[in-house]
């Protein structure tokens, strides 16, 4: 398994190597200059030539990578060009956010959504699957601005059992942070539970009609222990991959659902810093979402040895 870890983290260095690449030169093509909405309305040559060589912007572009990747590799991801503070800092503060965000929307989405495909398939062709179809597909079909909104009308307006916005830290009320992230992770849960769902039911009928469960049926064992014991664990192949794919989309891609609550989370930070041309920001948020997701992958791999010791030879 170790040797397995080092050749994914082989791997690893050219596709960080090629994705810092690509986040530099494609916010060189963004429009705007953030050098002159940084100098104000007046735009005083003096100060814009000032703010240019304090940031490096007037050197070479290949100066300028090999600078910013140099730094980056020593934990400096530069400086914000709006708020004056360390990158390394605001990812610091708004990733646990997202990252908590992102736990509790995976654990909803992971207890729904195999739950009913695991159902779904044992009742095939039944009321019962197309009842979880029609469910997953509305899932799936349903914006999550507009399920945010509709919630947050039920149970933070009419019901008044949750909060409609705002985030308290776990360290100062955990009930409260749980109220706070509760509805945003339902939002978010709900449509990843029923892309799991689907998954899960695909590989469950799949491994259901191999010989080896019709084998453990003929011997009399109960069907749950069938289904659950000998089924599900060689249907959790495919489920790993999906789910570990999928929670590194909830890290990057929970933009929307932020918005919607007003979450101090990673999703806002990089809208924010996209509009206010933030470039440091963005470089430095993508280039941590690339290693989430190369971690994410090698989690799999993992996994995969874990669940299914022949790999290992």
């Known amino acids: 398994m170790l040797e397995l870890i080092v050749k ?28 002159l909405a940084m100098a104000g309305e007046e735009r005083d040559p003096a100060v814009i030539t000032q703010l240019r060589a304090e940031y490096h912007l007037d050197d070479p572009i290949p100066t300028q ?24 800092s605001l990812i610091a503060s708004k990733l646990p956010v997202t990252l908590e965000l992102s736990l509790l929307a995976m654990v909803i989405a992971l207890g729904i959504g195999i739950s009913m495909g695991i159902i779904a398939a044992v009742r095939k062709d039944t009321w019962v699957d197309h009842t ?26 009419h019901l008044q059992w949750l909060p409609a916005s705002g985030f308290v830290p ?35 009928i799949s491994v259901l009609k191999a010989d080896y469960i019709r084998t453990a049926r003929a011997k009399g064992l109960l069907a ?5 014991k ?22 990057g891609g929970a933009v929307l659902t932020e918005q919607v609550f007003t979450l101090p989370g990673f999703g806002k930070m990089i809208v924010d810093a996209v509009f206010n041309r933030d470039y440091a920001v963005v470089q430095g948020v993508v280039l941590v979402v690339a290693i989430g997701f190369l971690l994410l992958n090698l989690l799999a791999d993992v996994l995969y040895l874990l669940i299914n010791p022949k790999m290992r030879g």
């Open 132 to 157: 979880t179809n029609f469910v997953a597909l509305s899932g799936i079909s349903v914006p999550h601005f507009w399920l945010g909104i509709l919630l947050i009308l039920l149970f933070s307006v």
């Open 65 to 88: 990578y090999f600078s910013w990747i140099g730094n980056a590799l020593k934990g400096d991801l530069g400086m914000s060009l709006r708020t004056k503070e360390p990158v390394t």
């Open 224 to 228: 749950p222990k069938v289904v659950l």
């Open 8 to 35: 994914r983290l082989l791997l690893a260095i050219p596709t960080l190597l090629l994705v810092s690449i690509m986040v530099f030169a494609l916010q060189k093509l963004l429009p705007g200059d953030p050098v």
């Open 230 to 251: 000998h089924a599900f664990r060689n249907a959790l192949m495919p489920i790993v991959t999906l789910t570990t794919l999928l929670f590194g989309e909830l890290l």
């Open 170 to 204: 776990i360290s100062e009320d955990v009930a409260q942070n749980l109220k706070t992230l509760l509805l945003p992770a339902l939002v978010l849960g709900t449509g990843l539970a029923a892309t799991l769902m689907r998954h899960t039911r695909a590989s469950m």
